[in-house]
Antibody, heavy 121, light 108 residues
Framework: QVQLVESGGGIVQPGRSLRLSCAASGFIFSNYAMHWVRQAPGKGLEWVAVIWYDGSNEYYADSVKGRVTISRDSSTNTLFLEMNSLRGEDTAVYYC??????????????WGQGTLVTVSS | ELVLTQSPGTLSLSPGERATLSCWVSQSVSRNYLAWYQQKPGQAPRLLIYDASTRATGIPERFSGSVSGTDFTLTINRLEPEDFAVYYCQQYGSSPVTFGPGTKVDIK
């Protein structure tokens, strides 16, 4: 069965960096676009970034553009989110999610359990 | 950026009743690329409906989606106890992907 397991969250000081990982299993990772979505405590869902199945396209939310990089490694079936210059408003549970197909223009049919990032001094 | 507005914010119903959730989008959604997700406390969202009206794998038939122009509707017939949750709509037809603020369905 499809499994997505995030890791790398924790408490980090404002201005510092963090790298999140999402280990994928149970499907052919290189056939699917992948997304990161976040949810601040008690708030709704906010899309963060997407990477196409082959890494050919990446798109970012304006709120993180220039500070965040999404990448993928098909040799290890892992999705990454490199976050720099972290701010208090980046505090959230970060979910990785699989698109239904190869492009980012599709619904998200599988989600990880999330990893909590807390930005605080 | 497409803005999604969901109503009502909270829907208080009893098990066995029908729930009707609305999602209005600020502009036309390309190919009706709109999905509905269910989220329970402490859990990740779960895909219910995609492409406005197609049930995702394993989703019970009591969940259905429909569209009229830029007005999208999620209907839950005969609410079961496990259906009380927060529901989000999402458009994925144009970048950036955007979500609605959610509708909470709670027990009356």
């Amino acid at each position: 069965q499809v499994q997505l397991v995030e890791s790398g969250g924790g408490i980090v000081q404002p201005g510092r960096s963090l790298r999140l990982s999402c280990a994928a299993s149970g499907f052919i990772f290189s056939n699917y676009a992948m997304h990161w979505v976040r949810q601040a405590p008690g708030k709704g869902l906010e899309w963060v970034a997407v990477i196409w199945y082959d890494g050919s396209n990446e798109y970012y939310a304006d709120s993180v553009k220039g500070r965040v990089t999404i990448s993928r490694d098909s040799s290890t079936n892992t999705l990454f989110l490199e976050m720099n210059s972290l701010r208090g408003e980046d505090t959230a549970v970060y979910y990785c999610a699989r698109a239904r197909g190869y492009s980012g223009y599709d619904a998200f049919d599988n989600w990880g359990q999330g990893t909590l990032v807390t930005v605080s001094s | 950026e497409l803005v999604l507005t969901q109503s009502p914010g909270t829907l208080s119903l009893s098990p066995g009743e029908r729930a009707t959730l609305s999602c209005w989008v600020s502009q036309s959604v390309s190919r009706n690329y709109l999905a509905w997700y269910q989220q329970k406390p402490g859990q990740a969202p779960r895909l219910l409906i995609y492409d406005a009206s197609t049930r995702a794998t394993g989703i019970p038939e009591r969940f259905s989606g429909s569209v009229s122009g830029t007005d999208f509707t999620l209907t839950i017939n005969r609410l079961e106890p496990e259906d009380f949750a927060v529901y989000y709509c999402q458009q994925y037809g144009s970048s950036p992907v955007t979500f609605g603020p959610g509708t909470k369905v709670d027990i009356k």
